[in-house]
């Protein structure tokens, strides 16, 4: 009887060890969730969605302290993916949300521009280069149009340029289609 | 199926997954003998004419280029150089509408004609082309800025370097597309440019055979090559049944070697590489005369215009200026497409310029080619699968294009289809599937744009928030250190001496500036020795600005 008592508490031991290793050897940083809702959230670091970027918005859907839909750049493709992601039920975008906007840039006003460097610092992308009292420019391949840039400027010389539309990234339209079908399960 | 191919060989055919016989309606361009276009006043060259990035233009507005001068490239890897086709000036480089299916406009450098037609100096002829290096021959092949004429437009040069060994040269003379004979007339009426083009290709390649395939509806074009042919070359032209789309270059292989391209690879993956006739004779114009490609043979036809026939044209020779050197319209057509019935795609306006990978305008009367009317709902009849010649199913890939689900799409192997419209073609329902399908196409590479460009803002974000934290960090540190050192220096370095310090730096200040100020009022060296009338001067001057002083103040 002691004997097996013993063995029992030495196993439970040696085991319990174990695991307490493994969990700090194996230690997994981050959250796998989170980085997988991040994954799927467009990274334009706006902060439309009422959080300081596309990260914290990230952790906030995880904690399951959000909605879904709170996202307009994203619009209702992002939403429908993250409601797949987490086998939570679709919701409708608010109007304002669902708004699409023509992807835009923003342009710094080279002659207005007073070189106060307050744009450069509110650009989640560092897409901004500039120094102090010196005309700032926008680098344009690096701009994702968050708009963030906009209220800091204490002369309003950013404005937000629409992207051309070149025949180069054209895509072709969905096809009209008056005709009556609805769109329900797959044919097999 | 066995067919005799050139030398009394026997050669076995194969087939490929359905297909259609449509009617060839090829009777109608073919009456009249090949000419050549007149010259227009204005050409209009689009900076993308080809596959790839667009060319950059090397001349200026106001300058004066000959025919054959490259006015346009780039050094990126898939690109082809645009050549002047005529002498004149450069007159703009402007936006200007472009053979393109979204109707939007593209750059363009406007030419505007001399009438001279003045040659520049073109690169020496390589007539000994068996002795040349194969680099120096892609080389010239590059430089002449030819591009797949059949209308893929990928730069040709690039195609001719796979980094495979070759076994098989395939020259598509299938033509299968209806309404289309440029390629038909270029077979019968040059087959020395193709056949020397061949034996180009077939050096660089170092290909042992090379087959020539001709759908059998160009009787003409078949036998003109064949007695072209020496009998001891490699070279086969192979009679293939009519069969739309044996053209597509993977149909046309697995028709001539029975071998099937696996989904998302390449010919060269099985030894073999397909090239156009019409980019054949190009080839041998650019290496056997220096002569880039600067015009094409163009199909005019349709019963929308006055006289259907075949035209040798300048590239950038609008289309109504061509149309109208076709006597015009007659009023039998409401559509104006480039390219064939069922390829090619339609045009919202005709002052679009002919580009390199136009092969045809047609202007089609209702009964030769119907505007779709409106879908109806799909049938499941699985008549769009029986045709499909890529063995696809166009009903699984509508169903999911048109729900947006873009993943689905291409699990279907979407992007093996080759948009030859076999499928709406025959869809009772008239359901307008290959538009369905380029709209999954390019929205999914649009979705792969965005992912990349969202995948590099966070990088840049990331990389922002840790360049932020890091100076944080070192600002922090500094203080610490500073806060240190005052610490330490308290005891050695006494209020008073600092203070005393300060008194005595600002002295020495304060009479640094009094010499400067000294010097600068001394007065000058040179007031000495003065004539009268020179100490008048002075003193006036002075006078000036003693008054002057007193105003300011
Ligand atoms: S709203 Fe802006 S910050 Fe928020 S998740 Fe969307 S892109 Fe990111
Ligand atoms: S430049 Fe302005 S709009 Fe563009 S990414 Fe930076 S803050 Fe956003
Ligand atoms: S268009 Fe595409 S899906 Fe339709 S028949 Fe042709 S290859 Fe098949
Ligand atoms: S041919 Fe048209 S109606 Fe028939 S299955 Fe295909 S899409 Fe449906």
């Not at chain 2, 792969?448 to 070192?474: G, N, P, S, V």
Request: charged share 25%; proline share 8%; glycine share 8%.
């Amino acid at each position: 009887m002691l004997i097996a008592i013993l063995t029992i508490t030495g196993l439970a031991t040696a085991f319990g060890l174990l695991l307490g290793y493994a969990n700090i050897r194996f230690h997994v940083e981050g959250d796998p969730v989170t980085d997988q809702i991040e994954a799927l959230l467009p990274q334009t670091q706006c902060g439309q969605c009422g959080f300081a970027g596309c990260r914290p918005y990230a952790e906030a859907i995880a904690g399951g302290e959000s909605e879904i839909n709170l996202c307009p750049p994203g619009g209702e493709a992002t939403m429908i993916a993250l409601s797949d992601l987490l086998g939570r039920d679709p919701v409708p975008l608010s109007e304002e949300t669902a708004e699409e906007k023509p992807k835009a840039i923003a342009l710094i006003k080279e002659q207005e521009c007073i070189g106060c460097t307050l744009c450069l610092q509110a650009c989640p992308v560092d897409a901004i280069i500039g120094a102090a009292k010196q005309m700032h420019v926008v680098i344009a391949s690096e701009c994702t149009g968050c708009e963030r840039c906009l209220p800091p400027c204490p002369v309003d010389c950013i404005v937000m340029e629409p992207i051309s539309q070149e025949s180069g990234g054209w895509r072709w339209p969905f096809p009209d289609s008056e005709h009556p079908e609805i769109v329900s399960a797959p044919p097999q | 199926m066995y067919v005799e191919s050139s030398k009394g060989k026997i050669r076995r055919l194969w087939d490929f997954h359905g297909g259609l016989h449509l009617p060839d309606n090829k009777r109608q361009s073919l009456q009249t003998d090949l000419t050549s276009a007149t010259m227009p006043a204005r050409l209009i060259l689009p900076l993308r004419q080809h596959i790839g990035e667009p060319a950059i233009p090397l001349v200026k507005p106001g300058d004066r280029v000959l025919k054959g001068e490259k006015i346009a490239d780039n050094t990126a890897p898939v690109c082809a150089p645009i050549h002047a086709p005529t002498s004149g000036i450069i007159k703009g480089i402007e936006a200007h509408s472009i053979p393109h299916p979204s109707g939007l406009n593209g750059p363009a450098i406007v030419l505007e004609v001399d009438g001279k037609d003045e040659w520049a100096d073109l690169p020496a002829p390589i007539n000994d082309f068996q002795n040349v290096d194969k680099s120096l021959l892609l080389q010239r092949i590059r430089e002449a800025g030819i591009v797949g004429l059949g209308g893929a437009t990928f730069p040709a040069a690039i195609k001719l370097n796979p980094g495979k060994a070759i076994r098989t040269l395939i020259i598509n003379g299938a033509e299968c597309e209806p309404f289309i004979t440029c390629d038909d007339l270029l077979m019968q009426g040059a087959p020395d440019r193709i056949l020397n083009g061949v034996r180009i290709l077939q050096h660089i390649l170092g290909a042992e055979e090379c087959l020539i395939g001709i759908e059998d509806n160009k009787p003409d074009a078949i036998s003109t090559l064949r007695s072209h042919l020496t009998d001891d070359e490699p070279i086969e032209v192979v009679r293939i049944p009519t069969l739309y789309p044996s053209g597509g270059e993977k149909q046309l292989i697995r028709i001539l070697t029975g071998q099937e391209v696996p989904s998302g690879g390449f010919p060269a993956q099985l030894g073999v590489i397909c090239h156009n006739v019409a980019t054949t004779a190009a080839i041998a114009d650019a290496v056997l005369e220096g002569r880039p490609l600067i015009s094409r043979l163009v199909t005019l036809t349709g019963e929308g215009i006055a006289n259907p026939c075949n035209m040798e044209v300048p590239l950038g020779i609008t289309a109504a200026d061509l149309i109208e050197q076709a006597g015009g319209y007659t009023g039998k057509s409401s559509q104006l497409i480039v390219g064939g019935p069922m390829m090619g795609f339609n045009l919202s306006t005709d002052q679009v310029p002919i580009t390199k990978g136009s092969n045809c305008l047609l202007a089609p009367s209702e009964e030769e080619v119907p505007t779709t009317g409106s879908a109806l709902a799909c049938i499941r009849c699985g008549r769009c699968a029986e045709v499909c010649p890529v063995n696809l199913l166009p009903q699984q890939m509508y169903w999911f294009s048109r729900a947006k689900e873009l993943e689905k799409v291409q699990d279907y192997n979407l992007f093996d289809c080759i948009e030859c419209g076999c499928c709406s073609h025959v869809c009772p329902s008239h359901i307008p599937l290959v538009h369905y399908f380029r709209f999954a196409k390019t929205e999914s590479w649009a979705k792969e744009k965005e992912l990349q460009a969202a995948d590099h803002a966070k990088k840049r974000h990331d990389f922002r928030i840790a360049r932020l934290e890091r100076l944080d960090a070192e600002r922090k540190a500094r203080l610490r250190k500073k806060k240190e050192d005052l610490g330490k220096k308290k005891p050695v370095k006494p209020a008073a001496k600092g203070e005393d310090a300060k008194k005595a730096a600002i002295e020495a200040a304060m009479k640094r500036a009094a010499t400067k100020k000294a010097a600068q009022q001394s007065p000058p060296k040179n007031t000495d020795n003065l004539t009268p009338a020179q100490q008048k001067q002075v003193d006036a001057v002075d006078k000036h600005r003693a008054e002057t002083t007193a105003d300011q103040e």
